[in-house]
């Protein structure tokens, strides 16, 4: 199997995970469980895509998944979260826009992957 062969694969077991959220801030309480919800991501390896949306890079779909279910453990009382997984690929074909301009995709962190 040739290198090109081998990233292509790679490129659609490779998975990202997003998590988009709104959550209420009404309250001292609310603010709180927001604040707690956005640090929880963190601690888990998610980096801030936009305001209220994470993402993190996992080396394969069971991988994903353990991470998805961990954000599904800490959910908010209150709010709106969506969960979505893509591969590698699909993350990649992105196109971002600030207005009308193009913007070069944000610096996320890289998979070092060990055979």
Not at 20 to 28: A, C, G, H, I, N
Not at 75 to 82: A, F, I, N, Q
């Amino acid at each position: 199997m040739d290198i090109s062969t081998i990233n292509r694969l790679n490129a659609y077991r490779v998975m990202w995970t997003l998590v988009m959220y709104d959550l209420p801030t009404e309250t001292k309480k609310d603010r709180q469980m927001a604040a707690r919800f956005r640090k929880e991501l963190l601690q888990d390896g998610f980096a801030m895509f936009q305001f209220s949306m994470y993402v993190r890079h996992s080396a394969s779909a069971e991988n994903a998944e353990v991470h998805k279910r961990r954000v599904v453990k800490q959910l908010p009382e209150h709010g709106k979260v969506g969960i979505l997984q893509i591969t590698d690929k699909q993350f990649g074909q992105m196109e971002i826009f600030f207005g009308k301009k193009a913007q070069e995709k944000p610096d996320l962190p890289q998979q070092l992957e060990l055979f």
